[in-house]
């Protein structure tokens, strides 16, 4: 089943699965669109707390009631970058009872290059209550286009597929979706370029003294130090000048920290330049 953008349906499975009375659960620093799309349904949002800013399958299972209708997980996590490995995957589905359904929200999944991660889709293919969410807005570059795309039971597809308007995804998005999965060459290139570049960049910014959450995704989020001056804040200014745009993440619990998307070669070392000049000055 197609939306515009995964957003759109991870909004339409809170819509079609949630109501008052009913709890859904994310992580603590999960994506915030499931608070959104919870909150907007009427329902309680659940935030489960992470370990290493890593989602804790304990934790999560802890905290499943008779109320819990959905779990959300993104697997990697924006704006950690963080991943649990597919046998921990199994592990959560395993302890949910089978009225609850698990989504696993896998928008990164093309660039992540561990021997232990799925994306889900083998889950989300046998099992009845796990359905899988995917992007064309990530690896492919098309986010303005919005295309996103879930696999799972079908029953679940035929919820969605009932309560999504009729014309969600646009002419243009579907031929673009459909020349860009037959792109392969774009997406090694692209997995390639994160590679060399996710692993230089929290090499390099590790080296000035920074902290970075190990990242399985195509950003790393960097965290400051507290004090006058090196915060976050500070340096997101300083870089905004210099016409370098990283994200604050205040809202997601990281009020001294900026995610960085991997960008190109140019942009890579101008913000480790400026973050080294930054950290120098104001120290
Ligand atoms: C974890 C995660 N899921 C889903 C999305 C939604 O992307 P889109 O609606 O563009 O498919 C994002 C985008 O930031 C994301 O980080």
Same mark, same amino acid.
């Given at each position: 089943m197609c939306g515009a953008g995964s957003d759109e349906i991870l909004s339409l499975l809170a819509q079609a699965y949630l109501s008052a009375g009913d709890e859904a659960i994310f992580t603590?620093?999960? =994506?915030?669109v499931y608070k959104i799309a919870i909150l907007a349904a009427g329902a309680t949002p659940v935030a489960v707390p992470e370990t290493d800013e890593t989602a804790n399958v304990d934790a999560i299972l802890e905290r499943v009631s008779e109320k819990t209708k959905i779990v959300f997980l993104a697997n990697p996590n924006n704006p950690t970058g963080t991943y649990i490995p597919h046998d921990e995957v199994r592990r959560l589905h395993a302890g949910l009872p089978s009225s609850t359904l698990l989504v696993l929200d896998a928008a990164y999944a093309e660039y992540v290059r561990r021997n232990d991660y799925e994306s889900g889709v083998e889950l989300a293919g046998h099992a009845d209550n796990v359905v899988m969410t995917r992007t =064309?807005?990530?690896?492919?570059?098309?986010?303005?286009?919005r295309l996103g795309w879930a696999y799972g039971p079908a029953a679940v597809v035929d919820a969605l597929n009932r309560t999504?308007?009729? =014309?969600?995804?646009?002419g243009p998005a579907q031929a673009a979706g459909i020349a860009a999965v037959g792109d392969r060459a774009h997406v090694e290139a692209a997995v390639a370029h994160n590679e060399k570049w996710l692993s230089w960049l929290s090499e390099e910014l590790t080296g000035l003294g920074l902290r970075v959450t190990p990242s399985a995704g195509n950003f790393v989020l960097i965290h400051f130090p507290d004090?006058?001056?090196?915060?976050a804040a500070s340096a997101d200014q300083l870089l905004r000048e210099k016409g370098l745009v990283l994200r604050r993440v205040g809202g997601y619990g990281f009020p001294n920290a900026l995610r960085m998307s991997v960008g190109t070669e140019e942009a890579n070392r101008a913000v480790v330049a400026e973050l080294a000049a930054f950290l120098e000055s104001a120290g």
């Open positions: 603590e620093h999960g =994506f915030l =064309f807005s990530k690896i492919y570059g098309l986010a303005n286009l999504r308007g009729p =014309f969600n995804v646009t004090g006058a001056g090196k915060d």
